[in-house]
């Protein structure tokens, strides 16, 4: 048994806020003029933090997870964000619509920044901490699961990056993942494709083994400054026998709403 989103729509969110740049308190409204000099500083200050808002909803035709069915039917997968510098909240859900129920609500919190001044070497590179928090509304209380995780990124061609998963509660077991991605300008939207593939190490009872190639393609098409619809095709390979083969396609509409 295994949860998690194989068409990250809170993900997608960060690309919008990379592809239209952030969203600061300076820019919306400029600050007041205050008496108190130490009043001012402060308004300053909280005026250029980076503060983001971001919404998106994703429709597909099954919900695959490192390699597993979920759901074998379309699904409904909404989600919402918010970024304050490096810290973002975000919220993540997973409804059937066949079955007319939540099957999934996943709490996620994530720091990510740039190691560059940790060390020249590490310019390129971007770390990520988060924690994941998966809340199963249609399983009793025990069956919720939680994880930490750590990503590596590196800003060269094809971004490739790695992450490792521990779930420390229901799911008690460790997942590894390894994947590329690339984007082409197509006028004005972009062609978007990437693969990953990933190894379970006993999560939810699975014997240890790699799971799936997962191999995706989607067209990202910007719909004003703030709204991207993204069509997307994905193919899961099985790298082991407990895995299926499968190929589903989707469509989201992600949403800057700071």
Known sequence: MSRRNSYPCWLALLTIFLSFGS???AESEPA???DDPAE??????AAEWDIEIGACA????EYVWRGQVLVDDAVFQPAANVTVENFTAALWGNYALNDGEWTELDYILDYSAGLGALSRSLAKMTLSLGYIYYDFPNLTAGD???EIYATIGMDAFLSPYASV???FDQGDGTYYEVGVSHSVPVDEASLNVGGSFGYNDGQWDFDSSLTALLLKASLAVPIGSKVVFEPGVFYSLALDSQYEDEFYGGLSFSFLVW
């Not at 001012?40 to 200050?45: G, Q």
């Open 23 to 25: 969203v600061a308190f």
């Open 32 to 34: 007041p003029v205050r």
């Open 40 to 45: 001012a500083r402060s308004s300053e200050e």
């Open 58 to 61: 994703a429709l597909l035709t």
């Open 144 to 146: 919720d699961s939680q």
């Open 165 to 167: 998963y521990w779930d």
